[in-house]
């Protein structure tokens, strides 16, 4: 289970973060047997990063996983920090594209809704009277209005609650990762 400790200092652009380790193994899942370059990210490793960047809004400048000298090998390190780099440039990615997907879709939403909503309001102007035409504005107007509405409302709420995990993996792609001699 990995460990926190204070920062040691505040760089500009950043601040440094350290997680103790026990072993390599804390990084990682710990039902994943496949080698370093591979294996899946421990949420538990996860969890704790997150917490720490949330704290500041400047973001990492280095991440200094602190581990015992007699566990230390260099060549896994550098797969290791390879292998952190790579899952977070890559979740980075892939939450971008998921937050433009989900603004074309809100987008095409609220677009689609207005263009209802105006067909209601030429069928109530032009076809007044007739009663297939007055059922169809029961069915467009209120269908308008629900897809206004929700692309709105995906536009502004589900997009703005996705940002923090965009700001997260970003300042993690952007930051340095080094070991280090566990310092007691």
């Known amino acids: 289970m990995a460990k926190v400790h204070a920062p040691r ?3 500009a652009r950043g601040r440094n973060i350290g997680l103790w380790l026990d072993t390599y193994d804390d990084i990682f899942s710990d039902f994943d047997p496949r080698p370093y370059e591979e294996r899946t990210i421990s949420d538990d ?3 704790e990063l997150q917490k720490m960047v949330r704290e500041d809004p400047e973001g990492v400048a280095e991440l200094q996983l602190q ?3 007699e566990q230390r090998d260099a060549p896994t ?3 290791i920090v390879q292998r952190i780099h790579d899952y977070f440039g890559m979740k980075h990615e892939e939450m971008e594209s998921a937050l433009r997907r ?3 879709n809100a987008l095409i939403m609220t677009c689609c809704g207005m ?3 105006l067909a209601a309001g030429w069928l109530a102007f032009f076809a007044a009277g007739k009663l297939p035409m007055s059922l169809l504005l029961v069915i467009l107007e209120p269908a308008g209005w629900f897809l ?3 692309g709105l409302d995906t536009l502004y709420s589900s997009v703005r609650s996705k940002k923090p ?3 997260f993996y970003g300042k993690m792609t952007r930051c340095k990762i080094v070991f280090e001699k566990m310092e007691e």
């Open 67 to 69: 581990i015992p000298e």
């Open 45 to 47: 490793f996860l969890s």
């Open 165 to 167: 995990q965009l700001e």
């Open 115 to 117: 263009l209802l909503s």
């Open 102 to 104: 989900l603004r074309r």
């Open 148 to 150: 206004i509405w929700n």
């Open 77 to 79: 390190e550098e797969v």
């Open 9 to 11: 200092e505040r760089k």
